[in-house]
């Protein structure tokens, strides 16, 4: 099993920056995609940035530019830069992976448990 343990939201004003944190820890053999998704209060989860393991980055339309996805393979870790922030970008960030199975040859996806971001105008 992998675990996914999110650090870094909190209370930041418009136009403000804020760094996500994501670390992956448990019985880890690979790990191939790692991202990002929010939250909005009332809304569905959306995806915000992934990364893959050789680096490869994924954006959503309203991120790029703004946002930033960075991984450290070795670690087992991802962040999330976010500069200028607005009030939509308030939510609930999830950190997401796509990890192999140890017991037999297959991808299984694991959910952090949500760090919350608010950005008051």
């Known amino acids: 099993q992998v675990q996914l343990v999110e650090s870094g939201g909190g209370l930041v004003q418009a136009g403000g920056s804020l760094r996500l944190s994501c670390a992956a820890s448990g019985s880890i053999v690979s790990i191939n995609?790692?991202?990002w998704y929010r939250q909005a209060p009332g809304k569905q989860r959306e995806l915000v940035a992934s990364i893959t393991s050789g680096g490869y980055t994924n954006y959503a339309d309203s991120m790029k530019g703004r946002f930033t996805i960075s991984r450290d393979?070795?670690?087992?870790?991802?962040?999330?830069?976010?500069?200028?922030?607005?009030?939509?970008?308030?939510g609930i960030y999830y950190c997401n992976a796509h990890y192999l199975d140890t017991s037999r040859p297959r991808w299984l996806e694991v959910w952090g448990q949500g760090t919350l971001v608010t950005v008051s105008s």
């Open 33 to 35: 995609a790692m991202g």
């Open 73 to 90: 393979n070795a670690k087992n870790t991802i962040d999330l830069q976010m500069n200028s922030l607005k009030p939509e970008d308030t």
